[in-house]
């Protein structure tokens, strides 16, 4: 039998600004879900963000490093040049380990320009930072990280998607997506603003064209629906009922 794919949900652009717009009671989550949207980025990419890298100025960060959790097995195998850091484990009887790593391609290093509104909000995180550490002295972990725990330690990407997915349930969201889902959610958004420029698309999330044509070239059921609208609209014009018969919205 063949093998079924299942293609991994995504949210129009609405959807993501009324999740972001619930979601101001918990800031750090709500930062990371706004810049896994508006910069296409994957849940360790986020985690992994230098705080350093931050340029207001050029209203932009850069994308150097990836934060994951690895088996000890897996980190012997791993190429000693792509490790950044290795955080002392919590557990000493624990068998995996988090890491900073060097992204796997030259096209994962890369600039994300900043909207406004994003850039606001990590520099208020950025100033959270600063009181946190002034706050902890010598407690304080300071790894530069943006998305960090209040002791500046690292936070686990695989817990940052379960914060997200416990957030949409407590919410009774209906539509629910993970968190790589939003960063499908924001190249598909970006193919359309573009009108399908996915070269430009593309080489701003360190993608391939083909990968991003494969994986996100698809239509929203929101989407799908106006298409419908648009096909009633044009084949059944509205036209005024007969003398002696009432529309069917006086019946």
């Given at each position: 039998?063949?093998?079924?794919?299942?293609?991994?949900?995504?949210?129009?652009?609405?959807?993501?600004?009324?999740?972001?717009?619930?979601?101001?009671?918990?800031?750090?989550?709500?930062?990371?879900?706004?810049?896994?949207?508006?910069?296409?980025?994957?849940?360790g990419e986020v985690a992994g963000i230098d705080a350093n890298s931050v340029d207001p100025k050029d209203h932009s960060i850069w994308i150097t490093q990836i934060l994951e959790r690895v088996s000890d097995e897996s980190l012997q195998q791993l190429p000693k040049e792509r490790i950044v850091r290795i955080f002392p484990k919590q557990n000493s009887l624990g068998k995996s380990s988090l890491i900073l790593k060097a992204p796997k391609t030259e096209d994962s290093f890369r600039k994300q320009y900043l909207t406004d509104p994003l850039l606001d909000e990590i520099m208020a995180r950025l100033k959270e930072i600063e009181q946190n550490k002034a706050l902890l002295g010598p407690d304080y972990h300071d790894y530069g990280l943006l998305i960090c725990q209040p002791d500046g330690r690292p936070l686990d990407p695989n817990n940052l998607c379960k914060s997200f997915r416990k957030w949409q349930a407590s919410r009774n969201i209906s539509d629910q997506i993970d968190f790589q889902g939003l960063r499908k959610s924001g190249q598909m958004h970006k193919v359309r603003l573009t009108k399908n420029n996915y070269q430009l698309v593309a080489e701003n999330s360190g993608q391939s064209p083909s990968v991003l044509m494969s994986n996100y070239n698809e239509a929203l059921d929101s989407e799908k629906r106006e298409l419908s609208q648009l096909v009633e609209d044009d084949l059944y014009p509205k036209s005024k009922p007969a003398p002696g018969y009432a529309s069917s919205d006086e019946a």
């Open positions: 039998p063949s093998e079924k794919y299942k293609k991994r949900k995504a949210w129009s652009s609405v959807t993501v600004m009324e999740i972001l717009n619930g979601m101001r009671d918990d800031p750090l989550l709500h930062l990371s879900v706004h810049l896994a949207f508006v910069c296409s980025l994957r849940a």
